[in-house]
């Protein structure tokens, strides 16, 4: 079965200031046949369903603010908000694919507050 | 612009059936996207339950699927969740979603609750 692992479990940073999340698979979510990391970034907000922010690794989807940022290949990724805002306060998953049957994973997230 | 919209009861008996289903509206759902099915404990992560196709093929999380059967209605522009057997664990938060580009989440219903108690 393929893990995934996230880091921290919660931080609380200034406003303004950057914040990190770290995410791992137990196995590569490169397609080597097209060069495509699978693993996307979501934003949940309580009482709201998950939000998706980046897809492919590092492709913002539409409307997203751009201090949100993925990087990272294979199995090792990182979501960065580049300024925190007050609206940013949620908590954060990661989610891989694996292919042949589709198998999604998600990470067991990473909660964001204000410091 | 796609809105989901899911239905069904929110109260479940032990060893039951849960089923519910997502309306799609403001687009078609016999378009080039896979039709998603995530539950969420409360206070816990998502998991997800598996997709189907507007043809009918299905995918399912290999953890559920003795117990996960989904269909389409292309007639009515929707898609349907049944799990059978149920216990205390199933209990959660249960949203559908669309496959957007491939691996990705774009659009979320809104998420109904599920409980199953007797």
């Known amino acids: 079965d393929i893990v995934m692992t996230q880091s921290p479990d919660s931080l609380a940073v200034s406003l303004g200031e950057r914040a990190t999340i770290n995410c791992k698979s137990s196995q590569t979510v490169l397609d080597s046949s097209n060069n495509k990391n699978y693993l996307a970034w979501y934003q949940q907000k309580p009482g709201q369903p998950p939000k998706l922010l980046i897809y492919?690794?590092?492709t913002r989807e539409s409307g997203v603010p751009d201090r949100f940022s993925g990087s990272g290949s294979g199995t090792d990724f990182t979501l960065t908000i580049s300024s925190l805002q007050a609206e940013d306060v949620a908590v954060y998953y990661c989610q891989q694919y694996s292919g042949t049957p589709p198998i999604f994973t998600f990470g067991p997230g990473t909660k964001v507050d204000i410091k | 612009q796609v809105q989901l919209q899911e239905s069904g009861p929110g109260l479940v008996k032990p060893s039951g059936t849960l089923s519910l289903t997502c309306a799609v509206s403001?687009?078609?759902?016999?378009?080039?996207?896979?039709w998603i099915w995530v539950r969420q404990p409360p206070g816990k992560g998502l998991e997800w339950i598996g997709e189907i196709y507007h043809s009918g093929s299905t995918y399912y999380n290999p953890s559920l699927k003795s117990r996960v059967t989904m269909s389409v209605d292309n007639s009515k522009n929707q898609f349907s969740l049944k799990l059978s057997s149920v216990t205390a664990a199933d209990t959660a938060v249960y949203y559908c979603a669309r496959e957007g580009v491939r691996a990705a989440f774009d659009i979320w219903g809104q998420g109904t609750m599920v409980t199953v108690s007797s």
């Open positions: 492919w690794a590092s």
């Open positions: 403001g687009g078609s759902i016999s378009t080039n996207n896979w």
